[in-house]
């Protein structure tokens, strides 16, 4: 190995180890003796406070304009004891740890005692939000986005994620962030979303019917377009339309292997 190469596969190390806590604690990363233990630990725990701030604040922001009326603001759970219990199982970026900090939020924001009906549908949005864009890239992807030109059966995107809610937060979202007195409504309805997230990280959010919702519960990799069709009720160039829209949207991809 030259020592170029060497130089940097020392500096992946380092940047996994302060992002990685079950790695900071192997055996594999003390035996390199690099650094003092007790200085990487809580430079790391300073950054995952760090990394997990910009994305509460950014999933929750709309619990996060409510908070003068919940009084509970998204970002505080970073200061309390939860947020530590987490930390040496963190792994910054994953989904795993994504879920974990996400589902505190939603905990601790629930406990308030004002009444926002449709509180509960905006704090399952946002977790949503925040656990698909959690989770490795992929950067290179084999299959193509044309269900026409494929072979390939299509196959639902891991992570993706369908929201039946009780309240149409789509119309009430943008007024939230808006000036308001007293907290907007939202029109009491059922509302099915999807979001999805593209192999470079964009985040997307659409509406979605059943028969949608059906394609995207049912593309397993293993069914044809045309088995999908048959058993969503759509005619194959629906389906096709569907498909491709989808995939656009980060929701299904087409893969015929490395």
Known sequence: MSAAAGDRALHDRVIRALADA????????RALDLADADRVERYAR???RHFYYERIVHFFKYSRALARVT?????AVLAGPAFDAL???AVLGSRATARAVARLVVDHVTGTAASIPY????LRYEEAMMVVEAGPRVWRESGTPDPEASPAPPQT????????????LPAVLPRLLEPWTEPPAAPQRPTRL??????????AVARSDARVAAVVELADGKRTVAELAARTGLDVGELEAALRDLVELGAVRFSTGS
């Not at 079950?22 to 990363?29: F, G, H, N, V």
């Not at 009084?71 to 970002?75: L, V």
């Not at 509180?119 to 905006?122: K, P, Q, V």
Request: aromatic content about 12%.
């Open 71 to 75: 009084g509970r603001r998204p970002e």
């Open 119 to 122: 509180l509960r549908d905006l």
């Open 157 to 168: 995107v891991e992570g993706t994620v369908l929201l039946e809610l009780a309240y149409d």
């Open 87 to 89: 930390l040496p199982q």
């Open 194 to 203: 999807l979001v999805a997230r593209s192999p470079y990280g964009r985040v």
């Open 22 to 29: 079950p790695y900071r604690a192997s055996p594999e990363w």
């Open 46 to 48: 300073f950054l995952a």
